[in-house]
């Protein structure tokens, strides 16, 4: 039988998803399942944008341009300006997703062996496009203890050598929460500065930050405009996962142009997926208070619930919708398979993605999860309660000393 590549044995699975079987076996069994395992958020799409799907008056369901279409990048730039991002049309290509987006920009500035810094934990799916491109990830640490905060630059400076080329973040952080300083911010534009290298920069979660503090995008940094590359998408801010919108937001012309032949070879961004998305430009103010507004709700609920329970730790997120806590047990993938295939508190269990899976170190994150709180307070209540029930019988618990 022909072997399998290399790259389809080294794409890692992705700790959201890989316990979906689980889940599902556990719903055909009769328990309720209380997914907090994927940001996947329960409020409304707004209205404008439903209402857009439900017009659509067109006789064919055409290619759209390959970088998108021109309409909806033009209203973007307004969408930027409130936010002190000075783009035009021209420097946003429209992507499937914001997945597609790190995938381009990847294969479009990265050789072989090319090497990404990347604060873990992160994203799994980061590791996933570097194997797509051939590119290794080489991590800096950062801890639950100190809240997630980026290490001093000279642990960066460590990792810098001939075949780096880059530096990603995720600004506020996916899967932390954590939501980059000032400070931090310009350590990091100094050493792109200073390497000459790209600087990936994830902020699709820029509508969701809970503190005083600015929110700082890469493109407000001086002086390395041309190394800068902004992921973003529509899926967090308009509870719109599924129609596949995202962007890639860059000055840099070369990497436009070589953006554009990747998104040439796919053909288009979906049609479907792009009308929805430029009606929802047009969401009021008040439909962002109130999906902020529950938010914070969420997090305050979430963050103190699993701060009384015992053994367990998580710390205050400042953006986004998740949190990684520390849970009193050997390990958390059999924990979260635990719960899945032989617990349930009163028909019910939870789903959580086992925090290994956002670390590339061997045996980082191996009593931790990441929790999204994307359900509605009654149910994360009652998410809370079970979580609690599980670990006082789980089996393989770990009293601390």
């Known amino acids: 039988m022909p072997e399998i590549s290399i790259r389809g044995l080294e794409m890692p699975e992705s700790p959201i998803r890989k316990l979906a079987p689980l ?10 399942v209380y997914h907090l395992n994927i940001g996947q958020p329960d409020l409304p799409t707004p209205q404008c944008a439903l209402d857009a799907l439900k017009t659509i008056d067109r006789q064919v369901l055409e290619y759209s341009p390959s970088q998108g279409y021109l309409s909806y990048r033009q209203k973007l730039v ?11 049309a021209d420097d ?67 990792l810098i050598n001939e ?25 990091i534009r100094d050493l792109v500065k200073k390497y000459d290298l790209y600087l990936f920069s994830d902020e699709v979660y820029r509508e969701y930050i809970y503190t005083g503090s600015p929110y700082i995008s890469a493109m407000h940094l001086e ?21 596949r919108i995202g962007a890639l937001v860059t000055h840099n012309a070369q990497v436009r142009q070589a953006v554009m032949k990747f998104c040439q070879a796919r053909l288009s961004p979906p049609l479907i997926g792009q009308i929805v998305a430029e009606a929802s430009l047009d969401a009021p103010d008040e439909y962002y208070r109130d999906v902020y507004d529950e938010y914070v709700e969420r997090r305050k609920c979430l963050i103190d619930g699993l701060n009384r329970i015992p053994g367990v730790y998580s710390p205050i997120p400042m953006g986004a919708f998740y949190t990684v806590a520390k849970l009193p047990v050997d390990d958390s993938e059999r924990f979260c398979r635990w719960c899945l295939e032989e617990f349930d508190y009163e028909g019910e269990t939870v789903m959580m993605a ?20 994307v359900l509605k307070k009654s149910d994360l209540e009652r998410a809370l309660v079970v979580l609690r029930k599980a670990l006082e019988a789980y089996p393989g618990r770990v009293e601390e000393d």
């Open 23 to 32: 889940a599902q076996a556990a719903k055909e069994r009769g328990t309720k």
């Open 78 to 88: 307004g969408y930027y300006a409130k936010y002190g991002i000075d783009v035009t």
């Open 92 to 158: 946003i290509i429209i992507t499937s997703g914001g997945s597609e987006a790190v995938l381009f920009a990847f294969m479009s500035t990265l050789n072989p062996g090319d090497e990404i810094i990347i604060p873990e934990p992160a994203y799994a799916n980061y590791m996933a496009f570097a194997v797509s491109a051939g590119a290794t990830i080489r991590t800096i640490a950062t801890t639950i203890e100190e809240g997630f905060a980026l290490p001093r630059v000279e642990r960066f400076e460590e």
């Open 163 to 187: 075949r780096t080329r880059a530096i990603l973040i995720c600004n506020p952080n996916n899967p932390t929460g954590y939501l980059y300083t000032r400070r931090e911010m310009h350590q």
């Open 223 to 243: 002086g390395i405009e041309q190394n800068t590359i902004l992921i973003d998408s529509v899926s967090k801010r308009y509870s719109e996962c599924g129609i």
């Open 354 to 373: 086992p925090a290994a899976g956002f670390y590339t170190t061997p045996g980082a994150g191996r009593n931790q999860v990441r929790i999204a709180y």
